[in-house]
């Protein structure tokens, strides 16, 4: 009986091979591939999934046992082979090496039944122009459908085009719901979206980068994402698919469909559909379509079987907590809408208490409203629960848990920087970490992390607000400067663009471009706080007192109205350091007794600790300031800021009070690797303040040169300074302690002393030109000088 060659067809991708001719063809076309990477492939696909061994790869291509350098032929083989296939041997599509062992085919293989496809130049046929309206999919359409898709041949299996590749990035359209429940409108893309994520292949573009895109269309906040909308919104992107996803009723069944189109023509790229019996099988249905629809995209095997954990253990079973959280990410990272993201959160967390997801959103929310210790809780409880959750979420929840909860940044850069090698195309390990080395004082890697970020994230207001800070930390203030415009002229705004402007213009002493930054903030709950702020930093670093007070009270109450009570306390714990610095310890003790009021944040603590040790330790302060120091101890022993930064500096305070400098040298020691880190956010905590401490002691310590350079590094360090009173200071302190090194030095040395003391006297006295004239510091320096 003579063989039927049509049962020697098999196919795996675009690929069809005959195994009795040896002939391979992609989409219809003849692919020009002989000898031995023929003969491999057609051993490798004999057994595919299974090992080939290289004695059996040898025994095939020599079976005679001709002797010769069968490992070096046998890798060129392969080179060829792979070369021909389009495959990478670092991320194997079809070809997996198992070093020092052999090679396997992991690609699904299909045997074929009818005719080798003919060889012609003809390009696959094309689907429908997507541009103007998507057919719209019906109960009947889906059903037919379904069954076209259980006998579709292997033609149109092969003729389809070609997967993604790991440089392109995709849109997820919303999802049509025909089925007449709303909750599926937003619960099945965020479904979508989380299992897609999971992918180190493909890389979605994020939700801020879609709102920013459709405001450039000119469509209103929350727009849906229609299929013709996603589609403009793919192409404004620069990427090169959108998902369209569907849901219909069918009977009694519930039809999910999946398709993935090029953004530019309409071409369909993969599709994928499935049914659910009920309405509590949906999610799980829809992640298996989104499984198989990430393998059609060109995603190896190994990729998705490793990074595949089912939608509804990375979420939650409960396709309404999922709609809740929806609408959450998308006030959070679409809108920037904090306030209204806090009720979403919690009714996901309220349907579902086991939702992790949904607590690590609602900590993000309230770090944003600057509510650290609402933060830090819900972070603790996502934390307990990230065993379920998706790779790259528990990345997120791993992260933000030793940002927000034990403090422990090292650790959180670490975790960040596993986060980075494991999905190379994910922007959040990048953003997180401009903050994270940033804090560590690291500002030359925090600026790698922020070019990077605007890489992967470009067109972003936050990307260029990361960027232009980095760059303000590493005083730079032309490309800081830079970068701002930049921003300004692709439409981008933000409030941290704002306040950025803002400190680069105080900076450059423009108060006409301070101005016109706090006439914008004016009126902007979550905006008008921080510049009324920032504007009370200023009006004191210039010795404008009652200014500053004015301008601080009405920070708080910006901060109280938008309901920010740590923030207010925040603003409270400024004003209590300004006036304690100043010589004013009953108003700075006031101050610090009202942010604690407010608040028991770590920060806040601090900040009321820092100024009522500046004030000195009169009647029942310095018990407060005990338990404040042994409240941060207990409540943070991980904590980096709080364990090298703020406690050494209180310590410290605490020895200088009790005219011991040398303790409180020793105690700032521990501050000395992280003192340049840039510990709030705009000054609020202060930065550089261990090493303005470190002068202090030096100075009671009577040993000016020492003294000199560390207020040197204040004044050299302006990006980190800003306009926090102690930059101010330190031109004072310097006049002091090159004074102080004038008395101890003989004659010309002495004299030049003398001279270098009274240009930074005269430098003070001059910024403090306008000073109210009751400010006690101000009194000792026209005391000193006379």
Same mark, same amino acid.
């Given at each position: ?424 195309? *994910? ?50 203030? *032309? ?66 007192? *009652? ?240």
């Amino acid at each position: 009986m003579t063989e039927d060659f049509r049962t020697n067809l098999v196919g795996f991708g675009p690929f069809t091979l005959d195994l009795h001719t040896g002939e391979l063809w992609k989409r219809g076309a003849r692919v020009r591939l002989e000898g031995q990477p023929i003969q491999i492939l057609n051993l490798l696909l004999e057994r595919p999934g299974k090992l080939v061994t290289q004695d059996e790869i040898r025994c095939k291509l020599w079976p005679d046992g001709t002797v010769v350098e069968y490992d070096h032929s046998i890798k060129t083989a392969l080179r060829k082979l792979r070369h021909a296939l389009g495959d990478d041997a670092g991320e194997p599509r079809y070809i997996e090496t198992l070093p020092k062992r052999g090679y396997r085919f992991i690609a699904a293989v299909t045997s074929i039944q009818g005719e080798a496809p003919a060889e012609s130049p003809a390009p696959p046929a094309r689907s429908g122009d997507m541009t103007v309206r998507r057919r719209p999919f019906t109960v009947a359409s889906a059903a037919v459908a379904i069954l076209a898709g259980l006998v579709v041949g292997g033609y149109v299996y092969f003729h389809r085009p070609p997967g993604l590749t790991d440089k392109d990035t995709i849109v997820v359209a919303d999802f049509e719901n025909t089925t007449g429940d709303p909750v599926f409108d937003s619960a099945l893309w965020q479904g979508l979206s989380v299992q897609l994520e999971q992918s180190p292949f493909l890389s979605l573009v994020s939700e801020t980068r879609v709102q920013q895109t459709l405001r450039q269309m000119g469509q209103p906040a929350g727009a849906p994402l229609r299929p013709e909308i996603a589609r403009e919104v793919c192409q404004r992107t620069g990427s090169t698919a959108v998902i369209d996803g569907l849901i219909a009723r069918l009977g009694n069944q519930y039809v999910i469909g999946l398709k993935a189109l090029e953004c530019r023509t309409g071409e369909t790229l993969a599709e994928e559909q499935t049914t659910a019996d009920t309405r509590e099988q949906i999610l799980r249905a829809l992640d298996e379509a989104a499984t198989k629809l990430r393998r059609k995209l060109g995603e190896s095997l190994t990729t998705v079987q490793k990074f595949a954990t089912p939608i509804e253990q990375a979420t939650t079973p409960s396709l309404e907590a999922l709609q809740a959280y929806s609408l959450g990410m998308r006030l959070l990272k679409g809108k920037s809408d904090f306030a209204a993201a806090v009720p979403s959160f919690q009714r996901a967390i309220d349907l579902d208490p086991r939702f992790a997801s949904a607590y690590s959103g609602l900590a993000l929310t309230y770090m944003n409203l600057s509510e650290t210790d609402l933060a830090s809780k819900g972070a603790g409880r996502a934390y307990e629960l990230r065993d379920t959750v998706s790779e790259p979420e528990k990345f997120w929840i791993e992260t933000k848990y030793d940002e927000y909860v034990t403090g422990d940044l090292e650790k959180a850069r670490q975790t960040c920087e596993l986060w980075a090698l494991t999905y190379p195309r *994910d922007s959040n390990p990048r953003g997180i970490g401009i903050g994270i080395y940033a804090a560590l004082g690291r500002h030359d890697r925090a600026l790698e992390e922020a070019r990077a970020n605007l890489r992967l994230e470009p067109d972003i207001a936050l990307g260029y607000g990361g960027l232009a800070m980095s760059y303000l930390t590493l005083n730079r203030l *032309d490309e800081a400067r830079a970068a701002t415009a930049e921003a300004a002229g692709k439409g981008l705004d933000s409030p941290l663009l704002r306040a950025i402007l803002y400190e680069l213009d105080f900076l450059e002493n423009d108060r006409a471009g301070m101005e016109q930054q706090l006439d914008w903030a004016l009126g902007k709950p979550g905006s008008e706080d921080l510049m009324l702020a920032l504007e009370a930093q200023s009006a004191a670093y210039d010795g404008r007192l *009652d200014k500053s007070r004015e301008l601080s009270r009405r920070a708080v109450a910006a901060a109280l109205r938008a309901d920010e009570k740590e923030a207010a306390a925040l603003y409270e714990t400024a004003a209590a350091q300004r006036e304690a610095l100043f010589g004013n310890p009953a108003e700075a003790s006031k101050r610090a007794y009202a942010a604690l009021a407010l608040s028991s944040g770590r920060d806040v603590e601090y900040g009321a600790a820092l100024a009522l040790a500046l004030s000195g330790e009169g009647s029942g302060t310095q018990e407060r300031i005990e338990k404040l120091i042994t409240d941060l101890q207990r409540r943070f022993p991980e904590d980096t800021l709080a364990q090298f930064n703020y406690l050494p500096a209180l310590r410290a305070q605490l020895a200088l009070n009790r005219k011991h400098p040398s303790q409180a040298i020793e105690a700032l020691r521990a501050a000395a690797p992280y003192e340049l880190g840039a510990v709030g956010a705009f000054g609020l905590p202060p930065a550089l303040f261990p090493i303005y401490a470190r002068g202090e002691a030096y100075l009671a310590a009577h040993n000016g040169k020492e003294a000199a350079a560390e207020f040197q590094k204040v004044l050299d360090h302006p990006g980190l300074a800003l306009n926090e009173p102690i930059g101010a200071l330190a031109r004072l302190e310097l006049g002091r302690s090159f004074a102080m090194e004038a008395e101890a030095a003989q004659n010309e040395q002495a004299a030049a002393f003398r001279t270098k003391a009274r240009s930074f006297y005269a430098d003070f006295l001059a910024l403090w030109r306008d000073a109210d004239q009751d400010i006690p510091v101000l009194q000792s320096v026209r005391a000193e000088l006379h």
